[in-house]
């Protein structure tokens, strides 16, 4: 595993490399976030932009979704993987955000985890995207790329992934690093036939030693 200077100097240049990107999903407030994020477990997010469209038109705020029928909102997201507990989540989710939470969105890691289908990893890229509170979210392609790279150890549990990744960086650095390191093992640090050794900066501070 890298030394905590290394490690450091990996993610900063990975960061360097997408400075600007932002979530590939579309949505246009934090209760669409909360509702993409949720679908996008085990689906890719172009998959997920393809049925929100009409499930935000058809359910445009949780008052509407909490009124549902699981089956009328399995129809619109049928496309997509475990759509059928998917909906189950969705609808006891709404039912939950009107009747505790004022029908809005909680910005708090505590209230967000109480809501059906959001763990952690949800609720990190709800806190960090829809409200800007420092979060880093740990999904396959942070794993990946933190493995690769000797980031973490071989056997890192998720949360020891999040927890070493937010130790190096300053909270400012927490979304952009996990934006970053998204795009990079969707496009570089690939499962198969990586191509990280095309980017040297990515190990100058071991050819350094």
Not at 166 to 192: M, V
Request: aromatic residues 8%; negative net charge.
């Amino acid at each position: 595993m890298l030394t905590d200077q290394c490690a450091r100097q990996v993610l900063r240049e990975i960061i360097a490399l997408y400075p600007d990107v932002e979530t590939a999903l579309d949505y246009q407030n934090p209760f669409e976030l909360l509702v993409a994020v949720i679908l996008s477990a085990q689906t890719t997010d172009v998959q997920v932009n393809k049925v929100t469209p009409a499930l935000f038109a058809a359910y445009p705020d949780p008052e509407s979704l909490s009124q549902a029928k699981e089956e009328d909102v399995a129809d619109y997201i049928n496309r997509i993987g475990l759509y059928r507990n998917k909906s189950k989540y969705l609808v006891a989710c709404a039912k939950m955000l009107v009747e505790d939470f004022d029908g809005k969105v909680p910005q708090n890691r505590k209230d967000l985890e109480k809501l059906p289908g959001v763990g952690r990893k949800t609720a990190n890229v709800v806190l960090s995207i829809a409200f800007d509170i420092p979060a880093f979210a740990v999904d396959t392609h942070v794993t990946r790329v933190c493995k690769h790279h000797g980031i973490v150890a071989q056997d890192a549990s998720v949360r020891e992934i999040e927890d070493r990744v937010t130790s190096l960086l300053d909270p400012s650095e927490w979304t952009q690093a996990h934006q970053a390191l998204i795009y990079f093992g969707r496009n570089i640090c690939h499962p198969k036939n990586p191509e990280c050794r095309d980017y040297p900066q990515l190990y100058q501070c071991l050819d350094e030693k």
